[in-house]
């Protein structure tokens, strides 16, 4: 399941996680980012049990996105260990994001 | 409603336009500028069938003559725009409005546009290639656009609706639109700042900006397909063995694939582009 970031379940879900989160920031607006939605489905599929992937509206949830200077989207950022590992910016296919996750 | 429009006129291009007219379609060709092969300073003695060594603006001339011959409509135009709808794509020009079922990138990859300091370092940053995506992000901000022509009044209408607050830096370009916002005549030195981008410097200036929007010449395929969503890896557009990006009907060949930056290689992919496009549309209808 692809999980919906938000400010109250970030700690929990995303900081507190025992194995890697990949996070889209993300808005409704953005074009492309509606590309991005089919990726992160298969991603999902494909790394069950070993990691997390879920997205964040940046309109909805801005202090999160503020809190790690999100100034352009589709922003891609990874985290382990409650900490930033990886980001990247734009559309990205889904070999490239398993390899940000590094599972 | 266009089958095909082809965005650039040059081995990639042309190559898909002839072969696309010989299965029965007719496509359009917009391109205005030369890639890889402006400011090319070698001739070209490489490519097949070629009696003397030319220069590469003067082959992709041959090249857009040969289509024309050929019955192809070839316009020669700066595309500002593409966008995507439940039909097809919309293709916007300096000068006007194309609707497509599908369209072919093909304009091969220019020279980075502002290799200046600091420009990868605030690149998501404040740095921006695309007012549409980022606009958002610096409502009531300082923004400034670096641009000269068409494509930066695109980006600029489309930022009025975010702050008043405006510059447009030319870059020691000659302004090329009726703007009633503060202009920026000199070259930029580099951009700077702390983690996010703070000033641009000029010779005798260090301005204030909170975002910067880039819009100089006009849009390369990879600054359109990322403003689309098209899977763009290492500067690359990423396409399928059928040359179609992940947007249905969107397809892209020659050098901003990746591979080989040939002529050859161009030509080739033009051509299966070609065939993958029309057994895409017979299979539409």
Known sequence: MVFDFTTENFENQVLKSDVPVLVE???SWCGPCQRVAPILEALDQDVQGLAKVGKLDVDEESKIADEFGVMSIPTI?????GKVDQSTIGVQSKETLRKLLGV | MKKVIIIGHGPAGISAAIYLKRAGI????????????????????????QEKPLEGVTLIQNGIKQARGLGIEVVSDAVISLETHEKGFTVKTANHVYESKTVLLATGKKRETLNRPGFNKYRGKGISMCAVCDGFFYR???IAIVGCGAYMLHELNH???????LMVFTDGHPLDADIDVPVVHDKIKKFSGEEKISHIETKDHSYEVDGVFIALGTPSSVEFASQLGVIVEKGNLVVDKNYQTNIEGLFAAGDIIGGKLQIAKAVYDGMMAADAMYDYLKKKK
């Open chain 1, 25 to 27: 920031f993300w808005a």
């Open chain 2, 159 to 165: 930022l009025k609706r975010m702050t008043k607050d």
């Open chain 2, 140 to 142: 009531k901000k300082k």
């Open chain 2, 26 to 49: 007719d496509p359009l060709v917009i391109g205005k500028d030369h890639g890889a092969l402006e400011g090319y300073d070698d001739l070209v003695e490489n490519f097949y069938g």
């Open chain 1, 77 to 81: 950022i990874v985290f382990k260990n």
